[in-house]
């Protein structure tokens, strides 16, 4: 495929993206086939789009995202910032000091047992590889010695299951993957949870300011997408992960507008992330997040070429929260671990379409569709997993979803399901042999005489979706979520993901599941919109001086309300087309 890659960097800002992300690269890395003679079914999914390859000084192939991730001091936990990829030696350096040592003893977190695993995994292929490298050697009896045998690799992405509630405190806790050196980066002014913070990054200027107080960091971060940018041959763009409601939104625009003066040609698709509840919560910090979403979702509605607000919260800025209820799912809305994980497959399927092996659209292909007359702002739903029965149907699935459609809106403010003026779905996980299986006869005709996942797909958008502009795809490869992928699925969903009366027993987790995700262009966002204007109003900005220390004008707060009240505006269904 080398020459017609078109590569994609991503951007991921702030600790709950953070938990998006890794999800979303888990998710991803669970699919790689490594051996193409296990290969089954034809390559869907070119893994070069987001990822790229490297070697280490020991000329060792790596596969790794093509990501820059901003976090705070403290967030890492056990992950080391430059990663381990391309650790040169572990032996410790022979220093003389000419003086006394003083010995200050650290506390070290101790890593979780998928970690460990991990660890051990990695140890085993380094024998391997050394036994590869050294000449079988027999003792005097004639055996072969233990040179070539090494341990046996733990069973981390089999049957074994992991219980990771209790021991996830921060993404890199279940992080499956190697990053980069060059791809974390930590912003040491700020404290990751310090309870005693008398300046916590919770501030929309505070981010917007960071790379202007600190040259040192705007350089490492220009270096870095230097870095990642210049070794793309036909980049096609940018997707941004980011905390939306925290200082983590100023320095995403601010990173954007300065994407968006350098590559005006290339698709900036952003994605801004909020967790389901914010536990302990005081009205103050409510209303910190409320200005910040209001200045982050203005600014990035401008400079995206789209935008989606996402979290399993329906009614953001609210007083109770509104959660999103899947049928087959029990999801622990107090743990980030557990809503990131909804959220990061869903945007792995939704992104599937810049993403495919053969024809593939762009990034600026998919959102001009969606972000035409200045409807930059999307919705984002899923169906996780897609209902359909270990005996049943695509075309049975969709007559039960006749009256509406299957999925459930994870973009707050968006549960109407309004007539979108334009979308894009995506089915993953269902074969062709599930399209009609044992299909009652009176069925309507024209979806038994569908032959495809596509044409099933296509008639059905149609015939529930006919003042639409109706995009679809679909490919067979399902949702991999084998560890650390949490265990949320109801026991009626089978290990392969297809809804069954037989409960499946607890010793067995979910592998993979079908599933159907799509991005709209929604009159329903006019709620979205409308609810943060409505919400910000009320606020007397005034009594608020943390906003005017780090930078903002009243004036710019008036102007942010009044483009709200305009973006809205663009959603009503009056507007002519």
């Not at 036909?234 to 350098?262: M, P």
Request: proline share 5%.
């Amino acid at each position: 495929m080398a020459g017609t890659t078109k590569e994609v960097v991503t951007i991921q800002l702030g600790h709950y993206a953070n938990f998006v992300g890794t999800h979303w690269w888990n998710i991803q890395e669970s699919s790689f086939v490594y051996d193409p003679g296990v290969c089954q079914g034809p390559k869907e999914i070119n893994h070069d789009v987001l990822f790229r390859e490297g070697e280490t000084l020991q000329k060792d192939v790596t596969y790794t995202p093509r990501l820059i991730a901003f976090d705070l001091k403290g967030s890492l936990n056990t992950l080391r910032q430059e990663g381990t990829l391309y650790d040169i030696t572990d032996e410790a350096e022979d220093l003389k000091w000419p003086s006394d040592v003083t010995l200050h003893k650290v506390d070290v977190t101790r890593k979780n047992e998928f970690l460990q695993d991990l660890d051990k995994q990695d140890l085993c292929l380094q024998q391997e590889k050394a036994t590869q490298e050294i000449p079988h050697q027999e003792d005097e009896k004639g055996e072969h010695t233990g040179a070539d045998r090494g341990d046996v690799t733990p069973d981390v992405f089999g049957s074994k299951l992991y219980n990771l509630d209790k021991s996830v405190s921060v993404w890199s806790d279940f992080l499956r993957l190697h990053l980069h050196p060059r791809s974390l980066t930590v912003i040491e002014e700020y404290q990751y949870e310090n309870k005693e913070d008398s300046q916590p990054f919770d501030i929309f200027g505070c981010g917007q300011q960071l790379l202007c107080s600190n040259q040192k960091l705007k350089q490492q971060v220009e270096d870095k997408l230097h870095f990642f940018i210049e070794e793309c041959d036909h980049l096609q763009g940018f997707q941004l992960l980011l905390d939306s409601y925290n200082g983590f939104g100023g320095l995403a625009c601010h990173l954007l507008e300065d994407l968006t003066d350098e590559y005006s040609t290339k698709g900036l698709l952003s994605f801004g992330v909020t967790p389901a509840i914010f536990e302990n919560s005081t009205r103050i910090q409510d209303t910190h997040r409320l200005i910040t979403s209001a200045l982050t979702y203005e600014k990035l509605a401008s400079h995206s070429s789209l935008f989606v607000p996402v979290s399993l919260n329906g009614a953001l800025w609210g007083r109770k929260p509104d959660l999103v209820s899947f049928p087959h799912l029990k999801y622990n809305a107090l743990l980030d671990y557990h809503t990131s994980a909804v959220l990061g497959a869903s945007l792995d399927t939704v992104t599937v379409p810049y993403r495919l092996e053969t024809n593939a659209v762009s990034v600026a292909e998919l959102t001009d569709m969606l972000g035409s007359h200045g409807r930059k702002v999307a919705a984002l739903s899923a169906s996780l997993p897609f209902p359909i029965t270990d005996s049943g149907s695509l075309v049975e699935t969709l007559m039960t979803h006749s009256d509406s459609l299957p999925w459930k809106p994870l973009t707050p403010y968006c549960a109407k399901c309004s007539m979108p003026f334009a979308q894009s779905s995506v089915l993953r996980g269902v074969h062709g042999n599930l399209v009609k299986r044992n299909l009652a006869p009176t069925a309507p005709k024209l979806l038994r005489d569908c032959s495809t996942v596509e044409e099933v797909m296509r008639l059905y958008l149609t015939d529930m979706c006919p003042e639409s502009l109706n995009v679809s795809w679909s490919l067979q490869q399902a949702c991999q979520v084998t560890a650390p992928f949490p265990h949320i699925f109801a026991q009626d969903v089978s290990v392969n993901g297809l809804l069954s009366q037989k409960a499946r027993p607890d010793t067995l987790g979910v592998s993979s599941v079908p599933m159907l995700s799509s991005l709209q262009s929604s009159p329903d966002v006019a709620s979205l919109v409308d609810h943060l204007h409505t919400e910000a109003t009320r606020v007397n900005i005034k009594k608020f001086h943390k906003f005017f220390e780090a930078g903002l004008e009243p004036d710019d707060f008036t102007e942010t309300l009044n483009n709200l009240e305009t973006l809205a505006q663009q959603y009503s269904t009056d507007t002519l087309l």
